[in-house]
């Protein structure tokens, strides 16, 4: 596996990889990796592409600096698991490479309006412009590429996609499905922050999404979910049905397919989770 951090070298590996007739991979991450990331490195994989990692803990989408210092960091264990799951280049930029007037604000934002505004963007002032301007510099830096996502941040791919279609960028996104725990909690690199009692309380969260396995309205939806949030120590922030293409919150005239997502704060930690839900109209 190699390990670069240069933006230019980088850059270089990548178009050497389109030169020699292979496709770019790359999934994007912020390291402390886990059985979710290996996920997306493992179907990256698949196709014989060049898989590209890069770990990079942007500072621009944390919008509170204490959940930046406390996030967790592992880059020996890190490299590791890219290379027992297949990943051929491991990209870790500096800060100074990424965002070198920070902590000004870059001239340049990518933001993503509506999509980008609702639920964990009305939650997180610049969260997703955090995320929509340090993505679109990896993509611009990788050039064409196959780009690996996960369905945990369900809202973070509805804004990379939008971004992606409206700027033209020659990136195919695959989204990727979200790996669980054993006892249904999604996994996260915020997890490790919970205590026993801490994770058991989270547990809520995925059985409210569990909850929602027949076809109903989407306030039938949202009441269900309410039901096994409230009293469970979860706080919650929202429990919302929504079009999973542009986030606009589902009617109950609405039918078809539509996406639940959660947001809870368990000791002092944020976790989101999300699913698929189908809308049935009420009778
Ligand atoms: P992060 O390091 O948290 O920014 O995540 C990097 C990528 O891994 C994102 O595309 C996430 O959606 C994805 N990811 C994180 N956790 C999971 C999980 N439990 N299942 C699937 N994908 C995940």
Known sequence: MEHLSDLDAWRAYARDQRRLGRRVALVATMGALHAGHASLFRRATENGDAVLATIFVNPRQFSDPADLAIYPRALEDDALVAKENGVDCLIEPTLEQMWPDYPSPTATTVSVRGIGDVLEG???P???DGVASVVAKLFAITGPCRAYFGEKDFQQLAVVRAMVADLAMPVELVACPIVRD???LAISSRNYQLSAEGR??????SQALAALGAPDTASNHRRRMRE???GSGVHTAYAEVVDPDTFAPSSDTDVGGARALIAGVVEGVRLIDNAAVT???GR
């Open 122 to 124: 009305a939650d997180r």
């Open 126 to 128: 610049g969260h997703f």
């Open 182 to 184: 054993p006892d249904g």
């Open 200 to 205: 058991a309380t989270a547990r809520a969260i």
């Open 228 to 230: 096994v949030l409230d």
């Open 279 to 281: 809308l049935q109209a």
